[in-house]
């Protein structure tokens, strides 16, 4: 999802593909994950009890829909390794998503200002929502025939994913 928005969305806003557009959009990147940072490793480690417990992860193995998920040393490294890519992910989604939100300024001008999509947060319930989609699809199973403390851990873990760029633009703003 990165890699799609990096290279499609600034020349699609900018109306043109110049060095000039990639070098602004890895210079957003780079605050983006830089501001993360913190947060992402936070949610990688932080969330490693709800894999430990069986609960969810952010790389759940396979498992059948009613087994809970088996806990070791390499799935701990799994699980905080994909949260931490999850969150940074989210967090440069978001990042192109406020860029695009500035250069799309003028268009959205004839929108009141309370209307306006927030394209911040928009990025990050976009990354959240494909990461809990394709975690609850891995069960081949019905959602409604998943145990209930696997949807709902697994719904967890994308809060804390959506999360993500809102708190990666308060600390660029001086907030941690």
Not at 26 to 38: K, M, N, T
Not at 114 to 143: D, K, N, T
Request: aromatic fraction near 10%; hydrophobic fraction near 60%.
């Amino acid at each position: 999802m990165v890699a799609v928005a990096a290279l499609l969305v600034p020349p699609i806003v900018m109306a043109e593909a110049t060095s000039r557009t990639y070098a602004l959009t890895a210079a957003i990147l780079i605050l983006a994950v830089g501001s993360a940072f913190p947060y992402a490793v936070v949610v990688a480690l932080g969330t490693l009890p709800l894999c430990y417990a069986g609960v969810a992860s952010f790389a759940a193995p396979r498992p059948a829909a009613d087994e809970p998920h088996p806990f070791s040393a390499v799935a701990a490294l799994r699980h905080a390794v994909a949260g931490f890519a999850y969150v940074s992910g989210s967090a440069a989604v978001g990042a192109i998503g406020i860029g695009t939100q500035i250069g799309l300024t003028s268009d959205l001008s004839a929108i009141p200002a309370a209307f306006r999509p927030s394209f911040l947060h928009l990025g990050g319930v976009l990354v959240a929502a494909v990461f809990v989609s394709l975690q609850l699809w891995r069960y081949e199973a019905p959602v409604g025939e998943l145990p209930a403390r696997t949807v709902v851990g697994t719904v967890a873990l994308g809060a804390s994913v959506a999360l993500s760029p809102a708190v990666a633009f308060w600390v660029f703003n001086g907030g941690f």
